[in-house]
């Protein structure tokens, strides 16, 4: 085993091997050993890569470091790399920069928006920015078309909007449009709604079923709706529905006219013409 041949060799930086000492066998190269140590004057010199800081430009150029150190610029949050000496020498200086991530597997590098928008119950949602689903509607009253702008929309099955409308409709088989996404017709229990089902300065809730608008929740719809004047003037010849607003202003209306106001299951005796009967039978 003493007279295999042997070459003790360094890695280098070119992925190479370097010849560190000239010996031949193993028994040569063991004999370079003390203590299981080589000698280290046998060994090539070490890169050892220095962090060190500097407030300003002068200061980097006055640093005793080597080529391969790192300066950080603590003037400008900005990490410089010696690539050659001498290090006063400002062109041997080059900017540390690191790459920004700007995805993670399919996802955006910040956490402050989506790489990809959702839809939010018909609303684009990227997390840059808070959505809603509140509207406003102004269309008059006798237009068939009510339309509506709300940020983000895009019409889809399952879309849901929340619309104030500020004037009572009187249309019969009104349409919704929001955002130009198109006019849909607007149903309720599976039905067409009618004029005076959308009232001013009251909310609906409706969504989309890949067809038309849905009203949700509870609508009186089985008495006509009736108007102050027709109150006022006790010209409604059937049962109808009263707004409770509208009934303030009948019974104030009626007050002033000396009509007697009735409540109660029985029908007043001896009515005159403009009394009021709020019938309980058919509440």
């Known amino acids: 085993m003493a007279n295999v041949p042997v070459t003790l060799k360094a890695r280098n930086a070119s992925s190479g091997w370097d010849a560190i000492y000239p010996k031949t066998t193993l028994a040569q190269i063991i004999g370079l050993i003390s203590g299981d140590k080589i000698d280290p ?20 150029l006055a640093l005793s470091v080597q080529q391969g150190d790192l300066c950080f610029r603590t003037d400008e949050s900005k990490v410089y790399i010696l ?21 993670v597997s399919g996802n955006a590098g910040t956490a402050t928006k989506l790489a990809t928008a959702r839809a939010v119950d018909g609303v684009s949602f990227d997390g840059s920015a808070d959505i809603s689903h509140y509207a406003t509607c102004s269309t008059a009253a ?33 349409t919704l449009n929001i955002s130009g ?23 609906y809730e ?22 102050v004047a027709e109150g006022t003037a006790g010209t409604a010849t059937t049962s109808r529905a009263v707004r409770a607003d509208y009934l303030q202003q009948i019974i104030d209306a009626r ?15 001896s009515p005159n013409t403009g009394d009021i009967w709020l019938d309980y039978n058919n509440a």
Request: glycine fraction near 4%; avoid cysteine.
């Open 41 to 60: 004057s046998l060994m090539p010199d070490l890169a050892v890569t220095h962090v060190v800081e500097a407030a300003s430009q002068t200061a980097m």
């Open 83 to 103: 690539v050659a000496e001498p290090a006063s020498t400002l062109a041997n200086w080059k900017q540390w920069t690191v790459p920004v991530q700007t995805s």
């Open 142 to 174: 006798a237009t068939v078309e009510k339309t509506a702008a709300l940020t983000g929309f895009a019409l889809a099955t399952g879309a849901i909007v929340k619309v104030k409308f500020t004037v009572t409709n009187t249309a019969n088989n009104p």
């Open 181 to 203: 996404t198109g006019a849909k017709a607007i149903y309720y229990h599976n039905a067409a709604i009618v004029a005076a089902m959308l009232a001013a300065n009251r909310f």
């Open 206 to 227: 409706f969504v989309y079923n890949g067809t038309q608008w849905e009203l949700l929740g509870d609508v009186d719809t089985q008495y006509a709706a009736m108007s």
């Open 255 to 269: 007050i002033l006219t000396n009509a007697r106001i009735t409540a109660g299951a029985t029908e007043p005796s």
